[in-house]
Structure formats: C-alpha cells, structure tokens
C-alpha cells in the first residue's frame, strides 16, 4: 500500500449512484483489486457492481430468505460467503451465481463471516455470542472444525491477518486469536464494539462503538490514543469505519445520514457530507486509492471520486 499518497476528501465527490436494491443496503465490499463492488441488503439480495461504470452486472438471490448482514469474498474473486438473518452462510460462485455450499446453523441469525487460513477456512459470528470455523475445502463435511464461546453478547465482526484471527463484540472486546500458538489477546473498552477497522501499516485499530464514539486503539499495547466523537450518531445501528489510504484519517457513516472524516492526530472531524436520505450503514475504500463508496438505508451506493 502506498503511504506517499496524500488524500484530499474535500476534493471528493459522489460521481455514481447505484441503484438497483429494494431495500436498505447493510454491506458495501470491494473485492481485491478494487474493481467490482459486492452490496448486500435487506431485500434478501447482493449485487455485483462495476461502480466505475455504474453497471449492474449480476444480481444474486433466493439463498437467503432474510436480510444480508455481511460479506467475504475470496483473494481469486472467484467466490464469496454471504450470511445474514437465515442463521446460515452461503458460498456462491461469482459467475455462476450458484450456491456451492452452506454453512450452519447458529442459533440466531449470522452477524458477520471472515475468510483466513490461506482461504481455507471460513468464520461465522453470530447473535448467539458465537464463532464457529469452517473448512472452506471440504465440500462434504457440514459441521464445524472448532467452536469458540469466549463471547458474552453477540459477536460482530471477524477479520483475519496472516495467522491471526481477530474478533469484536458488544461486550467491549476486541480478541486477537493466534489460530498457531492457541494464544488469546484480549483488549476491553467501555462500550460495545459493533465494527472495526485495522490500519495499512497494523499498528492501529479503529473501533467503531455503539456509544457514537470511534475509539483509536494501539494494537501492542491496547492503549486508547484517541477518542473521535461529537460529529457521528452511532448507537443504534452497526456502521462500520476505515482508516484512509495513508491512515491518517477515519472514514464513517452515520445514522442521519452523514459521511464523515476524522483527522486521527487532531481528533478533529475535517469533512461532514451529507448526500444520503437515511443512515450510512458501510464505507468501502478501494485498493485502488482512488474511490470509496458509502452505503444507505435509502437503498443507494454511492461512489466517491476525487474532482479533477
């Protein structure tokens, strides 16, 4: 990732709407080279998105019969697992548009799934305070390789890095689990913790809190450096946040409707835009390091490009 890059938001602008969901949009997810955009929404449905172009290029449905809450997609852009309210996950194949393989049940409904493990594995989160591992390559076996319950509510987010896999929650934790070593790294924070975001160069998380506040946290020392609030409403509705390309700043929605970005060193918040009828539920940044997208409730995706 390339730190040299400068970001003027001022300069961005919202220069496509994509518009095709019938209902309010949870997940936004650019696959990994940055080209094509994956959204998930209420109406049961994800779409594939050339968002350069404003095009819809395949739209994937009748897995699930509740809303879509997250997605994950695979480092050859060949698959991806959505999950949602079905207490389910499913694996599609992107040209297709087939289900190859599903993964279940939980108890409750599926906050949040994670691919690791060199792609090998997958991790479902969920309401019912737990994280079940999969084998991504086994097409036959349907029961879970491990089952973790080290959670006290529910379980909202799962990010993988090189051996390590990393899980928030609404009690306050974030737990980094070294799948290697069978190590546990428990950091607590006074609020619940409904999404984070890891910084390019894995020094900084960015904790977006059910208490409006988005809590900068050192990962070696699980110290808080700062505390960005005051500009974003956040209790109700899980609104994830992303650093910026050269982690200088944080980007996050809003329940009002609001994109806004925060200066991490001033705590300050330097844009405050509001384009959206309803809440800002995702933000996407691009590999790119030329776009983002903001997803709504108001059914809209809209990609930001900067104004030349």
């Keep these: 990732m390339n730190k040299s890059k ?4 001022h300069l961005y602008e919202p220069q496509r709407a994509l518009q095709g ?3 309010q949009i949870y997940v936004a997810k ?3 080279d940055g080209q094509y955009l994956l959204t998930g929404s ?4 994800i779409i594939l998105w050339n968002p350069y172009k404003e095009t819809q290029l395949k739209q994937y449905f009748g897995a699930h019969n509740y809303e879509v809450q997250d997605l994950a997609i695979l480092q050859d852009n060949s698959k991806f697992v959505s999950c949602g309210g079905d207490k389910i996950a499913f694996l599609w194949d992107v040209s297709t548009g087939q289900v190859i393989k599903k993964f279940g049940p939980h108890s409750t409904r599926i906050n949040c799934v994670g691919i690791g493990g060199e792609q090998s594995i997958l991790a479902t989160g969920g309401y019912d305070c737990e994280v079940k591992i999969w084998d991504l390559k086994d097409k036959k076996q349907n029961q879970p390789i491990q089952r973790i319950k ?3 509510d529910s379980v909202t987010q799962i990010s993988f890095y090189h051996h390590n896999m990393i899980v928030s929650s609404i009690d306050g934790h974030i737990r980094t689990f070294d799948i290697r070593k069978g190590i546990i790294q428990e950091d607590f924070v006074k609020a619940g913790i409904f999404k984070f975001s890891s910084s390019f160069d894995d020094r900084l998380f960015a904790l977006s ?3 409006s506040i988005i809590r900068i946290l050192e990962r070696s020392s699980g110290s808080i450096l700062a505390a960005l609030q005051g500009s974003h409403i956040s209790n109700q509705y899980s609104i994830n ?3 910026s390309w050269n982690d ?3 980007l996050t929605g809003s329940e009002d409707g609001k994109l806004l970005i925060y200066d991490i060193l001033t705590g300050k918040c330097q844009v405050t835009r509001k384009l959206h009828d309803k809440c800002v539920s995702s933000i996407a940044l691009s590999t790119q390091q030329n776009s983002f997208v903001t997803a709504s409730f108001d059914n809209v995706a809209l990609l930001w490009m900067e104004q030349t």
Excluded: V
């Design 6 to 9: 400068t970001q003027n938001f």
């Design 21 to 23: 969901h019938k209902a």
């Design 30 to 32: 650019f696959n990994f």
């Design 42 to 45: 209420q109406d049961r449905s």
């Design 150 to 152: 080290e959670f006290q």
């Design 209 to 211: 809190c059910n208490d």
């Design 241 to 243: 946040c992303e650093f």
């Design 248 to 250: 200088g700043m944080i």
